[in-house]
């Protein structure tokens, strides 16, 4: 109390002396002092005495944020029942502030970004910081900031270690080191540089010490091509590339990489390794197949190695307090920001929990963590409001850290606006209030009601063998960095520790993790988790084990382990070797046949195994009379890129006979598909690959195939079925004459949209008159494959634009970007007829002015719901209604139908990096554009229109381009007259309208 009272006295003369000296306070001081922590949860006070060294650089600029005090935020803010909420560190003890750690000596290290969102005016120096906070009097409330690192441009994260710390920032990853103690960095050392640097939302970031000595860094979605520095660690031949991949290092030198993973902004690392991230639309991810198992898979891209933890996108759901606006109305009431996630082992009661930010809902979410199947899934808690939140707009939680005990502290950024400029319609890029907030920032600490969390600084090694068997995530995290620092002297605690059957879980995986890393991991101690009756301790031995041959046989006889989990691993480990052993396809086998229809990523995990096992293994599982057919083909595909014709047996293998009336089934169907893709993705033909088979396959093979055909034609058998089985018989060579009742308009469009190709070209002249006649009546999916068709071989597309020249067919069934690839086809005689008959106003100024008025006054919605439909559905997405393919249009509460416009007649204009075009020309002169999405060294993988993948071999490609233009092509006024596009933008602007729920005179709902 006497305390309380000195600083309550020390701070009221402090406010008299500057009244009567004439000295202003900042508006922030005049309410800080309101009220004082006394154990209740009430507002803490927050002092203005920091080290002389740490005082901020003046402001130029006017920031309209006086009256988002502390006091008014706090009292804003809603939480749980049981929970309260202080303030422990704000203005102007710090500043924009977007990631902090505690460390095991209590301080608080705080990443400042005062140059958000487009970084130092010219001529000024960046403003970023690292300081470290102290309470100095142990009230709970921190009292004093210093300086450890100014100067930095957007450091994104810090992660402290030894006599100083990693930090994250524009392009690089380097060490600060503080040679004196007096936390200020005196040296910097750049470990790693080439790390993308275009958006500041999207640089790596959070770099983070998990259980296992090694630090994660968060890639930040747009990768980089990063290459080590500094001479401690390892040579590469090559920088790292890390699309679709996050980044790791060793602390103390040696190795580094890249890992799974795709996390924006965030990485939450618990006990026994499970490393989490998040993106703006997913709060919470994992990687779930190791990046060996995706190289050594020609079928998957390093994305399929990833799982929704929690549910994203339009699965969300966000509750918020006041009015949010988010860059989409799709994306109300709904993740759009998320970052900060945060699952170090979090537990109230017996209940795991996982927390979010969403700062654009001004919220902390909560979902309850749990195991589904081999993996997590995190829910929602079924409330009305969120964990954390505010009904006032300033407050933006961007980040998540342990505190002491089992608080959580909640980085708050205190800004007006928390969107980048690049996300914004162009009418608000120049908005005044970008950087309103930027001497405001707040660190709040949530916590039970009947805690009282007290920093507790931690000494020696006895204290930190307890702090691991804490219920404290951030007491567990510290003991494990501090004795990883101590190194050897710690060995035989941490022996005991593993060795104890009857030891906390969490403690006994830290305590392995570290002996692990010194090298003093043994076959004792990996048998003593082995065999523990908890399942993430067992599959924890099994991973620490993994590169022990004398305890393979050990870790193969836990293949009948009831927990998938635990058999996933096992799973993991059998399938990644690169010396076949008949014991490891032996448990794989018993995996595959109790749980790849069960548990998805442990079909995945067998179907990715090593390439020496591959073939037994698949011939095994064949005949197992009830085995997944999606692994069967999975594996089907793999082996028929290495070799078709042992692909073929274990197709003739799998499939059953043939009914009676010679129709093949789905099982037959979907193996057969595989097997055509593999032997295409092997480069051979796939007669040439027939006609090689051994005798009695060839026959056999010949024969299951030949049913293909007559399972297309029977109309009893479903539709899909039937359309997949008539594409297997014209790769099989049976499509021979003609197949006009399938293309006539009795036929299903999925059946039709196969046929009508493969009549054009086995029936030709029937099949021109016949587009002549029909195809602008023809349903969507049936044009689009006409058209695409007709413009395949050169003597089609000569006959198409002839055509049209001469009026028989209209030019507007061609969509801008088929004409666009028309003019720029490789053939001259082609080129030059569609220059001319699709040729697109090279001024694009000219078009805009001539289409204004479709801006001006909106045309009729429901009339333009119908040419979304058809002219924009295959890349985008808008009332459920398309496929999102190219970027989201639907955010038309930010838009004016004049950017609307401008974005689709002139796409260029702005692009998003993500959605720029690439185009591969083949060397049999086709033409294929889409968005780069793998790019390995045998393949390209392009993502087309309507979601489709196209795989072309490298050795097929003459030339990869990425032109710098947008996916979406310039010329869409050739297919849309300006009436049309005011119906158009009517029904981008008033879709949500349409059902008659908001009142008003929405042009088009009537």
Same mark, same amino acid.
């Given at each position: 109390?006497?305390?309380?009272?000195?600083?309550?006295?020390?701070?009221?003369?402090?406010?008299?002396?500057?009244?009567?000296?004439?000295? $202003?306070?900042?508006?922030?001081?005049?309410?800080?002092?309101?009220?004082?922590? &006394?154990?209740?949860?009430?507002?803490?006070?927050?002092?203005?005495?920091?080290?002389?060294?740490?005082?901020?650089?003046?402001?130029?600029?006017?920031?309209?944020?006086?009256?988002?005090?502390?006091?008014?935020?706090?009292?804003?803010?809603?939480?749980?029942?049981?929970?309260?909420?202080?303030?422990?560190?704000?203005?102007?003890?710090?500043?924009?502030?977007?990631?902090?750690?505690?460390?095991?000596?209590?301080?608080?290290?705080?990443?400042?970004?005062?140059?958000?969102?487009?970084?130092?005016?010219?001529?000024?120096?960046?403003?970023?910081?690292?300081?470290?906070?102290k309470d100095r009097d142990q009230d709970g409330v921190f009292d004093q900031a210093s300086i450890f690192a100014d100067k930095l441009l957007f450091a994104t994260g810090v992660q402290p270690y030894r006599d100083g710390a990693f930090v994250t920032m524009a392009g690089q990853i380097a060490f600060f080191r503080d040679h004196d103690g007096d936390d200020q960095s005196d040296e910097s050392v750049v470990l790693f540089e080439g790390f993308a640097e275009q958006n500041q939302q999207l640089r790596a970031n959070h770099p983070t010490l998990g259980p296992d000595g090694l630090?994660?860094? /968060?890639?930040?979605?747009?990768?980089?091509?990063?290459?080590?520095?500094?001479?401690?660690?390892?040579?590469?031949?090559?920088?790292?590339?890390?699309?679709?991949?996050?980044?790791?290092?060793?602390?103390?030198?040696?190795?580094?990489?890249?890992?799974?993973?795709?996390?924006?902004?965030?990485?939450?690392?618990?006990?026994?390794?499970?490393?989490?991230?998040?993106?703006?639309?997913?709060?919470?991810?994992?990687?779930?197949?190791?990046?060996?198992?995706?190289?050594?898979?020609?079928?998957?891209?390093?994305?399929?190695?990833?799982?929704?933890?929690?549910?994203?996108?339009?699965?969300?759901?966000?509750?918020?307090?006041?009015?949010?606006?988010?860059? &989409?109305?799709?994306?109300?009431?709904?993740? %759009?920001?998320?970052? $900060?996630?945060?699952?170090?082992?979090?537990? %109230?009661?017996?209940?795991?929990?996982?927390?979010?930010?969403?700062?654009?809902?001004?919220?902390?979410?909560?979902?309850?963590?749990?195991?589904?199947?081999?993996?997590?899934?995190?829910?929602?808690?079924?409330?009305?409001?969120?964990?954390?939140?505010?009904?006032?707009?300033?407050?933006?939680?961007?980040?998540?850290?342990?505190?002491?005990?089992? /608080?959580?502290?909640?980085?708050?950024?205190?800004? *007006?606006?928390?969107?980048?400029?690049?996300?914004?319609?162009?009418?608000?890029?120049?908005?005044?209030?970008?950087?309103?907030?930027?001497?405001?920032?707040?660190?709040?600490?949530?916590?039970?009601?009947?805690?009282?969390?007290?920093?507790?600084?931690?000494?020696?090694?006895?204290?930190?063998?307890?702090?691991?068997?804490?219920?404290?995530?951030?007491?567990?995290?510290?003991?494990?960095?501090?004795?990883?620092?101590?190194?050897?002297?710690?060995?035989?605690?941490?022996?005991?520790?593993?060795?104890?059957?009857?030891?906390?879980? *969490?403690?006994?995986?830290?305590?392995?993790?570290?002996?692990?890393?010194?090298?003093?991991?043994?076959?004792?101690? *990996?048998? &003593?988790?082995?065999?523990?009756?908890?399942?993430?301790?067992?599959?924890?031995?099994?991973?620490?084990?993994?590169?022990?041959?004398?305890?393979?046989?050990?870790?193969?006889?836990?293949?009948?382990?009831?927990?998938?989990?635990?058999?996933?691993?096992?799973?993991?480990?059998?399938?990644?070797?690169?010396?076949?052993?008949?014991?490891?396809?032996?448990?794989?086998?018993?995996?595959?046949?109790?749980?790849?229809?069960?548990?998805?990523?442990?079909? +995945?995990?067998?179907?990715?195994?090593?390439? &020496?096992?591959?073939?037994?293994?698949?011939?095994?599982?064949?005949?197992?009379?009830?085995?997944?057919?999606?692994?069967?083909?999975?594996?089907?595909?793999?082996?028929?890129?290495?070799?078709?014709?042992?692909?073929?047996?274990?197709?003739?293998?799998?499939?059953?006979?043939?009914?009676?009336?010679?129709?093949?089934?789905?099982?037959?169907?979907?193996?057969?598909?595989?097997?055509?893709?593999?032997?295409?993705?092997?480069?051979?033909?796939?007669?040439?690959?027939?006609?090689?088979?051994?005798?009695?396959?060839?026959?056999?093979?010949?024969?299951?195939?030949?049913?293909?055909?007559?399972?297309?034609?029977?109309?009893?058998?479903?539709?899909?079925?039937? /359309?997949?089985?008539?594409?297997?018989?014209?790769?099989?060579?049976?499509?021979?004459?003609?197949?006009?009742?399938?293309?006539?308009?009795?036929?299903?469009?999925?059946?039709?949209?196969?046929?009508?190709? +493969? !009549?054009?070209?086995?029936?030709?002249?029937?099949?021109?008159?016949?587009?002549?006649? !029909?195809?602008?009546?023809?349903?969507?999916?049936?044009?689009?494959?006409?058209?695409?068709a007709c413009v395949r071989r050169v003597d089609d597309v000569k006959w198409f634009l002839q055509e049209i020249e001469a009026g028989e067919i209209p030019r507007t069934v061609v969509d801008p970007a088929t004409a666009k690839k028309l003019r720029q086809h490789p053939d001259a005689v082609v080129k030059a007829a569609a220059g001319r008959l699709l040729a697109t106003d090279p001024n694009r100024a000219k078009v805009l002015e001539r289409y204004a008025g479709s801006a001006t006054v909106l045309g009729n919605a429901t009339v333009g719901k119908n040419l979304f439909k058809?002219?924009?559905?295959?890349?985008?997405?808008?009332?459920?209604? $398309?496929?999102?393919?190219?970027?989201?249009?639907?955010?038309?509460?930010?838009?004016?139908?004049?950017?609307?416009?401008?974005?689709?007649?002139?796409? !260029?204009? *702005?692009?998003?990096?993500?959605f720029i075009q690439h185009r591969v020309l083949t060397v049999d002169g086709r033409v294929l554009d889409g968005l780069l999405v793998g790019d390995a060294d045998n393949t390209v993988i392009l993502q087309q229109k309507g979601g489709k993948r196209a795989v072309i071999p490298r050795d097929e490609i003459e030339r990869l381009q990425a032109p710098g233009v947008s996916l979406m092509p310039e010329g869409f006024e050739e297919t849309l007259s300006p009436g049309k596009m005011s119906d158009l933008l009517s029904y981008l602007k008033n879709w949500r309208y349409l059902d008659?729920?908001?009142?008003?005179?929405?042009?088009?709902?009537?």
């Open positions: 109390m006497k305390k309380h009272l000195f600083k309550f006295c020390t701070r009221g003369l402090f406010i008299v002396s500057c009244l009567w000296l004439g000295v $202003g306070l900042n508006p922030v001081y005049g309410q800080i002092f309101a009220s004082e922590q &006394s154990g209740n949860g009430e507002q803490s006070s927050v002092t203005d005495e920091r080290s002389g060294d740490a005082s901020e650089p003046p402001l130029n600029r006017t920031h309209r944020s006086s009256a988002h005090t502390v006091e008014k935020i706090h009292d804003s803010l809603q939480t749980r029942s049981g929970y309260k909420v202080q303030v422990v560190a704000s203005e102007p003890l710090i500043a924009d502030p977007v990631s902090a750690r505690l460390d095991h000596k209590g301080r608080l290290w705080v990443v400042e970004m005062p140059d958000y969102p487009l970084g130092p005016d010219e001529g000024e120096v960046p403003s970023g910081r690292i300081k470290i906070l630090i994660y860094v /968060a890639g930040g979605l747009r990768g980089g091509s990063v290459k080590a520095i500094d001479a401690r660690y390892d040579r590469k031949a090559e920088p790292v590339d890390l699309r679709d991949r996050d980044f790791c290092f060793d602390p103390e030198g040696g190795w580094w990489g890249s890992v799974p993973g795709k996390s924006q902004f965030g990485v939450s690392i618990d006990d026994f390794g499970r490393r989490l991230g998040c993106s703006n639309r997913n709060p919470a991810m994992m990687a779930v197949l190791t990046l060996d198992a995706v190289l050594r898979d020609p079928l998957l891209v390093g994305r399929d190695a990833l799982h929704d933890v929690a549910y994203s996108a339009e699965k969300s759901e966000v509750v918020s307090q006041a009015q949010a606006w988010t860059t &989409s109305n799709l994306h109300s009431g709904q993740f %759009s920001a998320a970052c $900060g996630v945060f699952a170090p082992g979090w537990y %109230s009661g017996d209940d795991e929990w996982l927390l979010a930010c969403e700062p654009t809902a001004y919220i902390v979410q909560r979902q309850q963590l749990s195991r589904e199947g081999s993996v997590w899934k995190s829910r929602r808690e079924a409330q009305s409001h969120e964990f954390l939140s505010s009904t006032d707009t300033w407050f933006r939680p961007v980040d998540i850290t342990a505190g002491p005990q089992q /608080a959580v502290l909640i980085v708050d950024m205190a800004r *007006a606006v928390i969107e980048h400029p690049d996300f914004m319609p162009s009418e608000l890029k120049s908005r005044p209030d970008q950087r309103d907030g930027t001497a405001l920032g707040r660190i709040w600490k949530v916590a039970e009601d009947s805690v009282v969390p007290r920093v507790v600084r931690l000494q020696t090694i006895d204290d930190a063998i307890k702090w691991l068997k804490s219920d404290s995530a951030w007491q567990r995290t510290s003991a494990s960095q501090f004795l990883q620092e101590k190194g050897e002297a710690v060995l035989l605690p941490l022996s005991d520790l593993v060795l104890d059957s009857q030891g906390s879980p *969490a403690a006994r995986s830290r305590a392995a993790w570290l002996l692990n890393k010194n090298g003093s991991f043994s076959k004792r101690h *990996a048998l &003593s988790l082995m065999k523990s009756s908890y399942a993430r301790v067992r599959a924890l031995g099994i991973h620490l084990s993994k590169r022990r041959p004398e305890l393979l046989e050990n870790i193969l006889a836990m293949d009948a382990d009831a927990d998938p989990l635990v058999v996933r691993q096992v799973a993991v480990v059998a399938g990644a070797a690169s010396d076949f052993a008949s014991s490891r396809v032996r448990a794989l086998v018993n995996i595959a046949d109790r749980w790849s229809s069960k548990d998805e990523w442990i079909r +995945l995990t067998v179907a990715s195994v090593d390439s &020496s096992l591959l073939k037994e293994l698949s011939r095994q599982l064949a005949s197992q009379k009830q085995m997944d057919v999606r692994l069967l083909t999975h594996l089907v595909e793999r082996v028929g890129v290495e070799s078709p014709a042992d692909a073929a047996a274990i197709v003739l293998a799998a499939c059953p006979q043939v009914t009676a009336e010679s129709i093949l089934n789905r099982r037959q169907v979907e193996l057969l598909k595989a097997w055509i893709r593999g032997v295409r993705r092997s480069r051979q033909a796939v007669s040439k690959v027939v006609a090689a088979l051994p005798e009695d396959q060839r026959v056999k093979f010949r024969e299951l195939a030949s049913h293909a055909l007559n399972t297309a034609q029977t109309s009893t058998v479903p539709a899909d079925l039937r /359309a997949a089985s008539l594409l297997l018989a014209s790769d099989f060579g049976q499509v021979k004459s003609p197949l006009r009742e399938l293309v006539r308009d009795t036929a299903s469009p999925d059946l039709r949209a196969v046929a009508l190709p +493969l !009549n054009l070209r086995n029936d030709s002249e029937w099949t021109r008159d016949y587009l002549v006649q !029909n195809l602008t009546g023809m349903t969507m999916t049936v044009r689009s494959a006409a058209i695409a058809e002219h924009c559905s295959a890349c985008h997405q808008v009332g459920g209604v $398309g496929t999102n393919v190219g970027p989201d249009i639907s955010d038309s509460r930010t838009k004016t139908p004049q950017a609307l416009l401008t974005s689709i007649l002139d796409p !260029n204009a *702005a692009i998003d990096a993500a008659g729920a908001i009142p008003g005179d929405i042009p088009g709902r009537n």
